[in-house]
């Protein structure tokens, strides 16, 4: 059975650090451009961060420019979002999602639409 399975959410204080994983079983992540998402409490799900599938190619959202760092590791079938300098306004629930496979090596979209195949989401809480 094909999933996504993220971990490494937590609480944080402002300011402080967290490595979000995102395992693929039952499919081989190198054939997908991968990205993450999050959703706060009442608002839409908006794209993160995303990553082509050989990795060289990496696109941010403008409010983690500089703080989120996305990364991939084909052998271990795990693909990585390093938040750093973490906010306030960076709670939520953080989903990764691979979309349909095959396209090609050096892009990746920040859209939803692409995306066919979600896990679960692991929750980051950022508070004082």
């Known amino acids: 059975q094909l999933q996504l399975v993220e971990s490494g959410g937590g609480l944080v204080q402002p300011g402080g650090s967290l490595r979000l994983s995102c395992v693929g079983s039952g499919i081989t992540l190198d054939y997908y451009a991968i990205a993450w998402f999050r959703q706060a409490p009442g608002k839409e799900r908006e794209g993160v961060s995303c990553i082509s599938r050989r990795g060289r190619i990496t696109s941010d959202a403008d409010s983690v420019k500089g703080r989120f760092t996305i990364s991939r590791d084909n052998a271990k079938n795990t693909v990585y979002l390093q938040l750093n300098s973490l906010k306030l306004e960076d709670t939520g629930v953080y989903y990764c999602?691979?979309?349909?496979?095959?396209?090609?090596?050096?892009?990746?979209?920040?859209?939803?639409?692409?995306?066919?195949?979600w896990g679960q989401g692991t929750q980051v809480t950022v508070s004082s």
């Open positions: 999602a691979a979309d349909s496979g095959g396209g090609p090596y050096y892009f990746c979209s920040g859209d939803v639409v692409p995306y066919k195949y």
